[in-house]
């Protein structure tokens, strides 16, 4: 990162406090994720009937469920599986996207039409319901949920990218390039993606909340991870069997964590748009 963007970065991030508060919580949740399973008090798995179903305390800070597992400790660790499926999904689904889109966006013909009508196919059906039926096919394994959330990703960046992509390859500096001697790949992935990828980084942000999304919600109606592995999408799950009874920390702890989660990578990728934007540095 070069000092003009470091100090436009830090301008943008003064004048919006709430995208700064965004991205200290993006960070804090990544952080999490990667030394959760060695700071939480308690066995993510263990189960301690005698102890079951107790509300919040000072010993069990978000209470404890069914089985008399700490809620607390199983939130912490799930967020290591919901971000390394999100990131693990919309990574795939962005380099592939920005790939096939930008040499469509580059190359038009038979190629461009015939991934511009698979997109179409896809963007048809509606995309959650896509995603269920392909993991009911695959199984519902932790691959098969990334392979199948990364697969309805797919038409946003190929779109975006052949979008920008065919508004530049006539461009002068992508012709001196041509005349240079570049090849039409080495004209695709050394000239054109750099210039695209920035405005794609916005999409990212906003694809890992959904995609986090995704993964819960296919583990909240039985397709996606299996208990009792701590995931978000299950704890709701299970908890709003006792709603009824009362007992609504084994919702509410688990859905704030979503929610917030979501709310963060959304916002984050507003101040993006914000950050890499040309005419919010003038």
């Excluded at 970065?9 to 399973?37: K, S």
């Excluded at 963007?123 to 697969?151: D, H, Q, S, Y």
């Excluded at 001196?176 to 695209?196: C, I, K, M, Y």
């Excluded at 299996?226 to 999408?233: F, L, N, V």
Aim: glycine content about 8%; aromatic content about 10%; some cysteine.
């Amino acid at each position: 990162m070069t000092s003009s963007t470091l100090r436009h970065t830090v301008w943008i991030l003064r004048g919006n406090p709430v995208t700064a508060v965004a991205a200290a919580g993006a960070f804090i949740l990544c952080v999490l994720a990667v030394i959760g399973p060695w700071i939480v008090p308690f066995d993510p798995i263990a189960s301690d009937v005698a102890n079951a179903l107790q509300p919040p305390s000072a010993t069990y800070w978000a209470g404890t469920d069914q089985l008399g597992r700490d809620v607390f400790s199983r939130l912490i660790v799930a967020a290591r599986l919901d971000l390394a499926i999100a990131a693990s999904a919309v990574s795939l689904s962005f380099v592939l996207g920005a790939v096939v889109g930008a040499l469509c966006g580059y190359t038009g013909g038979r190629l461009d039409r015939y991934v511009g009508r698979f997109v179409d196919v896809l963007m048809a059906f509606p995309l959650f319901v896509l995603a269920m039926a392909m993991v009911a096919a695959l199984g519902n394994r932790v691959e098969n949920i990334v392979i199948a959330t990364a697969i309805i990703n797919l038409p946003f960046y190929i779109r975006f990218a052949r979008a920008e992509v065919n508004v530049r390859r006539n461009a002068g500096w992508v012709e001196a390039a041509r005349a240079s001697g570049d090849s039409h790949v080495s004209v695709v992935l050394r000239f054109l993606l750099p210039n695209v990828l920035p405005a794609m980084a916005v999409q990212v942000s906003l694809n890992l909340g959904w995609a986090i999304l995704n993964a819960a919600g296919l583990s909240f109606i039985g397709l996606g991870v299996s208990a009792p592995t701590p995931e978000w999408g299950i704890m709701v799950a299970e908890g709003a069997r006792f709603i009824s009874t009362g007992k609504w920390w084994l919702v509410a702890f688990p859905g704030l964590a979503l929610m917030l989660t979501v709310l963060c990578f959304n916002l984050l990728g507003d101040g993006l748009r914000d950050i890499l934007d040309p005419r919010m540095r003038t």
